[in-house]
């Protein structure tokens, strides 16, 4: 066992027992290459990453790499979902010099934590016009001994040249009318109108990108924003990104078709897609938007919870195969003969066509992954044929439908007897509190109080582990266990996105109270000048440069998340700090909104919400009655909903709001002017764009 026994990242436990000489992240590691005089050797990856396990089997288990490592290097080891900002801090390094990044990482430090040579993965021995990583470590080594000089050079313009990045915040006030105007034509652009999202392959679900469409089309009509967000929905739905038996989805897709996805699957983009296409079924009433949305909570539930609550951060991409090699995608993949195996030649066949799987295979080795056929009626896996009459249709549809449940079931049991992909239990506070708010949400939409006591029980998990009494946020915990490292803005921002979300489905105010207490750190610790945002706490630990990044990634960037739940917070509270200092940060998304709408999704959903005003609901009744549901399916872009029986003193936008003749009454309001109160749920709808 070398130095990861005993931490608390299941990626870093993956490799305490490599004959590789690893140090966690810190000062000590640091201190002692400066005096071995050597450099360090950091490699950053996570538990579910495919590459990662490779480079780590190919050259971290083989005992005379390792042995060549140790010499002349310090090794350390980060689990990038631990540490996102010293993950950022370098990959920006990376992308810079080479134009490309990605995970494992691997770059070359000196005793000072400059970076002064990058690569991603390294293969064993030369391939494709790479060098293998016997090659990269001889060549680093000698270049630190025989040029020292030339190192120390190049490791100090990287460094000057990341310190002295301005970032364009905006600086012109907040996004307006014609900024998102500008941001759509972008997206119209850039979409793919055969097979749905944006770009080319590798091909990834667009979450943030949608949410902006669907509160675009709510506030302005436009059709083509609802257009482009329903197809892209329908899209991923019917491919191989979406498991079609045991829901949920995977990372992305390889091809453009969606068709070949790489199988991790991931808690932030299952909760993230949960919400989007609850509120896609929001918009649009869609079969489909409603299945996919409630099997999605379920696996969410089902795969992904922890004994102690919280949610885990995701399913590895690899398992075993029937040959027992540990390959990427074994667990989900299917033959033909796999399918008559467990089905029968009659069920068999119907599923093969039903899901695409066919002697040649869509992926490795003739296997297939399940996806539905591009036939198959959008809103749900029970087609139909215009030509029948009604009465047979319907017949026909009914018996279909019971088929494919059956023929699902049957898979699906036989799949559970598989050797199951590698879950890693750590707890992320962000990733949790995106899964709060979709859960909460989907279970008030669909009346499923298992959901919302699910998402309740992640909070909890939030409060009585993640956060300290002054407010301070850790970043993950295991076993009911709180890390050692700090949260990061975009922990802070998405627990309180979450707990606003629970706030308003369950008319319980602490949670309004504690989404309060994280956006008070978010102001006295992470904002800068001119309504910029850090990603790191003023007083985190110090690195060669403070990461700063409003573009989303795989989720919405912490400058933006923070953005939209300062202005939800703001609206329920009337807070003139959590407004203007919501209003600033939005100034990014005026910047890059036009320029580059891909990557600001979440920045201009929360724009939308801004022009809109947000709406400020207060239901005086019981939570969970008719008016109080029907705010809540409200689709006024980012509405906000308080809901208590009068005289209660949990939100402040209760506070003198009566009952109208005795019944429950329902208070909307926005840019400080309030319409008259409406016991009325058609009214209520019509008020909040239903």
Known sequence: MNRLAGVTSPYLLQHADNPVDWWPWSPEAFEEAKRRDVPVLLSVGYASCHWCHVMAHESFEDE???????????????????????????????????????????VFLTADAEPFYFGTYFPPEPRHGMASFRQVLEGVSAAWTERRGEVAEVAGHIVADLAGRSLAHGGQGVPDESDLGRALLGLTRDYDETHG?????????????????????????????????????????????????????????????????????????NALLCRVYAHLWRSTGSDLARRVALETADFLVRELRTTEGGFASALDADSEDAAGRHVEGAFYVWTPAQLREVLGEEDGAFAAARFGVTEEGTFEEGSSVLRLDAGTAADGPDGGDADRDADADADADADDAGRVASVRARLLAARELRPRPGRDDKVVAAWNGLAVAALAETGAYFDRPDLVERATEAADLLVRV?????????????????????????????????????????????????????????????????????????????????????????????WTAAAGALLSYAAHTGSEAHRTAAEGALGV?????????????????????????????????????????????GRAP???????????????????????????????????????PTTDVEELSRRLGG
Not at 213 to 241: N, V
């Open 64 to 106: 005379d790499t390792a042995a060549y490592l140790n010499a002349h290097f310090v090794p350390v080891k980060v689990d990038r979902e631990e540490r996102p900002d010293v993950d950022a801090v370098y990959m920006e390094a990376v992308q810079a010099a080479t134009g490309q990044g990605g995970w494992p990482m691997t």
């Open 466 to 558: 993640h956060l300290g009494e002054n407010g301070r946020l850790c970043r993950t915990s295991m076993e009911g266990r709180a890390g050692e490292n700090s949260g990061v803005l975009e922990d802070y921002a998405d627990v309180a996105e979450g707990f606003l979300a629970l706030a308003s489905v369950t008319g319980e105010g602490v949670w309004l109270e504690f989404a309060g207490l994280l956006l008070d750190v978010v102001l006295t610790r992470f904002a800068g000048e001119g309504g910029q945002l850090y990603d790191t706490a003023d007083d985190a630990e110090k690195l060669i440069r403070r990461p700063q990044d409003p573009t989303d990634n795989a989720t919405p960037s912490g």
């Open 197 to 269: 999202g944006f770009g080319g392959a590798p091909k990834f679900p667009p979450s943030m990108v949608i949410e902006f469409l669907l509160r675009h089309h709510a506030r302005t009509g436009s059709e083509g924003a609802l257009q482009m967000a329903a197809d892209s929905c329908a899209a991923m739905a019917m491919g191989g990104i979406y498991d079609q038996l045991g829901g949920g989805f995977a990372r992305y897709a390889v091809d453009r078709e969606w068709t070949v996805p790489h199988f991790e699957k991931m808690l932030y983009d």
């Open 638 to 676: 980012g509405a906000v909903v308080a809901v208590g029986e009068p005289g209660g003193g949990e939100f402040p936008l209760l506070v003198d709001r009566a009952l109208v003749d005795g019944a429950p009454t329902a208070y909307v309001c926005r840019h400080f002017v309030c319409e008259t």
């Open 589 to 633: 998304v005026k910047a890059l909104g036009p320029r580059a709408p891909r990557f600001v999704g979440w920045g201009l959903a929360a724009a939308e919400a801004l022009l809109d005003g947000p709406r400020e609901v207060a239901v005086a009744g019981p939570a969970g009655g008719e008016l109080h549901r029907t705010a809540l399916l």
